[in-house]
C-alpha cells in the first residue's frame, strides 16, 4: 500500500442554494455524507455548514479521483434521503469547489468547517473556500530559462519536522 497524504477542503451546495439543510435534515444528511466518505476509504477530519452548503475536511485515497469521490457521497446522500420519506426531495447543485493543503493546516481547515455556522452569522467566512463554481487556477506560462532555488536546509528542515 503506498503512503499518501492527499487533503482536500471541499464545499457543495443545495439545489438552486435552497435552505433544506434544516436542523431535522442536517444530521441525516451528515450521516451519509460521512458513511459513503469512509466507506470510500477517506479520513474525514470535519463535517459541518449551513442551511444550503456543506463543507468537508477529508484525505482522499490516491485510487478515487477527487471528482468521483463527492460525486458519490453527494449522490448516496441525497438519493438515501429522498428513499427515506423524511421530508421533501433533497438535491443538490452539480457544483463543487476543492481545495488542497498540506498538513501543517490541517488544524485550520477544520476548525473553519467546524465553525461554519458562527462564520455565515458573524459574516466572517473566506470567500474563496465559499466558492463551488467559475475558472480554476490561472494557467501561467514561464520561460524554461526560470529556475527555481529553494534553501535546501530549510526544506529539509521542515520536511523532518513532520510526524511520520
Known sequence: MPYWQLLYHLVWTTKSREPLLSPNVEPVIHGFLRSKAIGLGGTLFALDGSADHVHMVVAIPPAIAVARFVGQIKAVASTKFNK?????????QEEYGAFSFDGKRLANFIDYVERQKEHHVRGTAIPILERTSGEGVARISEPATVLYVVNEDAWRAELEGMSV
Open 84 to 92: 427515506s420519506g423524511m421530508g421533501p426531495d433533497f438535491f443538490w
